[in-house]
């Protein structure tokens, strides 16, 4: 969606009725900083929305004088967070967190702070003091450190919202793909793929094609595990064992979806129109050719949970933090699409 279409689908008069997205910084020492002041910065995604940043003032200002922006927000408490700010962008600040400036990695002060802004952002769209949620990258390995009990975003919204289905799923330009799998260890993929783990993600992508993006009746492809589709079980039986009988499923209760279909082609074919969605077996299997595709404008969506959260598929880059480079054209993807969640759900509920 342009800028321009974003705005007259907003429809909003004053400042007051426009949706509001919450921000998380990211891990402190990470580029999370740098590109969410370099994508607010942009006059046309303040437009679009309100937006509160859950995270530390202080280290946002040092981003923004490294990239030599001048602060453009306002600045509160974050015990104190309200959706009727009077300000289009304003940080609840987090000053009880100190991240060194000359951290450049994994460490758990930054790890604790970051889990504390997605925490209070989850609870606040469920609260709907704001309508959507942007994360910035986290450094998982940070998180490790700081004891937390999830292995990433995905997980700790699921567990946050008490969802029993969660999906994730990436946008690379006309390419949108779900994982059956996520965090696993590729060697013990075998110990959790079940036809349950398949069928999932089947139906909340059509799910979320049909809601989110307008599609009546979207084809999804899905992929095969094993080379060529396992070659009629010469390379594997998981094709005929689970991912075929969830596709019959998926087919029975109406789901528009094909496949097994070899992975090295199927991609290639939903770029080309063939399919409106793919879903992919495990992590590396969809996330390359998304990053391939689009790397720098890539989004990743969390689905089947009761709030919109999106993100910049990217990770912390901590090898070029204070340099000026970081892009934030991924960042500014994850915000315009989760405007349009949040406008689309909105008009949905206004229609019932």
């Known amino acids: 969606m342009r800028y321009e279409e974003m705005d007259k689908s907003n429809g909003h008069n004053s400042i007051t009725e426009q949706m509001v997205i919450g921000v998380t910084m990211g891990d402190a020492a990470g580029i999370g900083p740098e590109v969410v002041v370099k994508a607010l910065a942009d006059p046309h995604i303040r437009r679009a929305a309100k937006f509160i940043v859950f995270g530390m003032n202080e280290q946002l200002c040092y981003a923004a004088d490294k990239v030599e922006i001048e602060p453009f927000w306002g600045r509160h408490q974050h015990e104190k967070i309200s959706r009727d700010y009077p300000h289009k962008v304003v940080v609840a600040d987090y000053d009880e967190f ?121 084809r999804i492809g899905v992929a095969a595990l094993n080379p060529h589709a396992g070659e009629g079980g010469q390379f594997g039986d998981e094709e005929q064992r ?88 991924g960042m500014k993807s994850a915000i315009t699409t989760a405007i349009q969640m949040a406008t689309t759900k909105k008009n949905l509920e206004l229609r019932v």
């Open 98 to 218: 100190s991240v060194p400036p000359w951290i450049r990695g994994p460490s758990k002060v930054a790890g604790e702070a970051s889990i504390r802004f997605c925490l209070d952002a989850i609870d606040a769209a469920r609260d709907g003091i704001i309508d959507a949620i942007v994360t910035a990258p986290i450094s998982k390995t940070s998180w490790q450190m700081a004891d937390a009990p999830w292995p990433g975003h995905t997980e700790m919204l699921a567990d946050r919202c008490k969802s029993k289905r969660k999906v994730m799923m990436f946008v690379a330009g006309p390419l949108k793909v779900a994982l059956a799998t996520i965090h696993e260890a590729l060697f013990e993929l075998r110990h959790k793929f079940t036809i349950g783990c398949v069928f999932e993600p089947i139906d909340l992508l059509y799910t979320a094609l049909k809601e989110t993006w307008g599609m009546e009746n979207p």
């Open 242 to 329: 689970i991912i075929s009988p969830a596709i019959l499923l998926a087919q029975e209760q109406g789901i528009n979806c094909f496949g097994p279909f070899p992975a090295d082609t199927l991609f290639l074919r939903a770029v080309n129109g063939e399919f409106d969605g793919v879903v992919a077996m495990y992590h590396d299997q969809g996330m390359i050719p998304v990053k391939l595709l689009d790397f720098e404008k890539a989004v990743n969506i969390t689905i089947g949970i009761p709030i919109i959260r999106t993100s910049p598929a990217h990770g912390t880059a901590f090898d070029i933090v204070g340099r000026n480079i970081a892009n934030p054209e």
